[in-house]
């Protein structure tokens, strides 16, 4: 067993030279992770630009969000087990220059084919990355405080990343063009990596490990039909054929890979990992608050550019506050890392997007950003900061070996929970917005009053699920008989 994974199993601070490096190497592997999370978002505001330049179908343009979220939530655990057989060094810097040349390729596309096949590639090689910045700050920060401090500069990158996005997305549409939305990657990924190459230590290799290539088809198969199919309930209907095809495959090849992950010796998610109440809290947790969280953003971007006629510099502007109230939660959450147990932190945190989303559901034609939207924006970066720095604290504490694959798996469950959530919520806010047409007499504005109306409804119930979430996340995490 090497030093560092030593040290990490047992709690105690590693004493290796290069750790005086790691603040530095967190600084990296930080710029490069929020290049890699706003990426999820960046292209949101800009899209209606980008479908009219390529001439892209209703189809194609779904595509251009989607793709992304297969390839990268479809092969995050994958990217864990590699950072154990390649090295994490060597994944970072693969994973952003595989990164920058998918921007490239995007940022100079001409024809529908051109954007798709960068924005699969780009979440190929994010899913590269990812779990190696996890496993990076879950084997180099071990002492309490730091750990805190490292793990809330993680929250503040990934609760912060969708702003970021949404802000950057709606700047560069404005004032430098669409393919700015992507050609910014390039020099961002330039500097997160020379700080790699200067910071980050090349960490032992495993070469005996072993990738359990069944597991991994079955596990990549499986999120990326789960996730094809709820984007497919999004925009076709919860009854159309491919969306019960990808949702009924994907459930199928998922228990097959739970089935396989219990009955091999190289699992590529060892079942110890989940079935850990503290990590199987957070990630429950994770993917919950991911649920209300996205579909909100998609409700609010609406709201913005659609109804109060927003334009896409001002409509990104707006989610700023959202990004303090991350940097401010964080500030709080990590004070209590260390010593608050981890479902008090988790539960409040899920409570807080919740207060946000029934906010979210009064929702009306007339409502103002200072007065209505604020608000819901200030509680919603409050509870992601509250959820994320601890899920992702806890999920590589004492993981030892398991630690790339352990915080993969909080991403990947923040992909799935971001996929649920948007297509989920916006088939209810449809059936609601259909229902409300029906019901009203027509009018100039009843298709705009009927999808808010539609957008409220669809809130409140998010509401109630993340209150029912945060429930079951206190009480899974209070059966440990660690302190939780």
């Known amino acids: 067993m090497s030093a560092v994974t030593t ?54 343009r779904q595509w251009v969000i989607t793709s992304f979220a297969l390839c990268y939530g479809g092969l995050l655990l994958l990217g864990g087990r590699l950072s154990q057989l390649l090295g994490r060094k060597t994944c970072l810097l693969a994973g952003l220059a595989g990164f920058a040349v998918a921007s490239v390729l995007g940022g100079l596309a001409v024809n529908p084919a051109m954007i798709l096949t960068s924005r699969a590639l780009q979440g190929v090689f994010g899913a590269l990355f990812t779990p190696s910045v996890l496993a990076l700050l879950g084997t180099k920060f071990t002492a309490p405080a730091d750990r805190a401090k ?67 088809v079955l596990a990549t198969a499986g999120l990326m039909a789960s996730v094809f199919g709820f984007s497919q309930a999004e925009t076709e209907g919860w009854t159309a054929p491919a969306t019960l095809g990808g949702l009924a495959a994907g459930l199928t090849l998922l228990a097959l890979f739970v089935w396989r992950q219990s009955h091999t010796a190289h699992a590529l ?81 899920l409570l807080f997007t919740a207060a946000g989303l029934a906010l979210l559901g009064q929702l009306h034609t007339n409502s103002g950003y200072a007065t209505h939207l604020l608000p819901v924006v200030v509680l919603l970066g409050l509870g992601n900061a509250w959820v994320l720095v601890p899920a992702n604290s806890t999920a590589t504490q004492g993981a030892g070996p398991d630690a790339g694959v352990a915080g993969a798996t909080v991403m990947t469950s923040m992909q799935i929970g971001s996929s649920v959530g948007i297509a989920l919520l916006g088939s209810v806010a449809g059936t609601v917005a259909d229902a409300f047409q029906r019901a009203h007499a027509a009018t100039a504005d009843l298709a705009r009053e009927a999808s808010v109306h539609g957008y409220a409804v669809a809130s409140l119930a998010a509401a ?17 008989k660690r302190r939780a």
């Open 464 to 480: 109630a699920f993340l209150c029912a979430a945060a429930a079951a996340v206190y009480l899974v995490i209070g059966t440990d």
């Open 269 to 349: 998610l060892p079942m110890r990992v989940v079935l850990d109440r503290r990590r199987g809290g957070a990630y429950l947790a994770t993917f919950s608050m991911a649920i209300g969280n996205f579909a909100a953003f998609f409700f609010l971007t609406f709201h913005l550019q659609t109804v109060l006629g927003y334009p896409p510099v001002k409509a990104g502007l707006a989610f700023l506050p959202y990004t303090a109230a991350i940097v401010l939660g964080v500030r709080i959450a990590r004070r209590f890392i260390a010593t608050a147990p981890v479902r008090l932190l988790l539960a409040p945190g």
């Open 7 to 60: 040290a990490a199993a047992s709690g105690a601070p590693p004493s290796t030279a290069p750790q005086s490096r790691r603040w530095w190497a967190l600084a990296a592997v930080a710029t490069g992770q929020l290049m890699i999370a706003a990426d999820a978002t960046i292209m949101n505001i800009s899209l209606p630009t980008v479908q009219h330049a390529l001439q892209l179908s209703a189809a194609e």
């Open 150 to 216: 490292a793990f809330g500069v993680y929250g503040t990158v990934m609760g912060s990343s969708s702003g970021v996005g949404l802000i950057l997305g709606g700047i560069l549409t404005d004032y430098a063009g669409w393919r700015w939305s992507l050609l910014v990657s390039v020099p961002l990924a330039a500097l997160a990596a020379i700080g790699v190459i200067v910071a980050v230590s090349h960490d032992p290799r495993q070469p005996d490990t072993r990738v359990d290539v069944a597991g991994a």
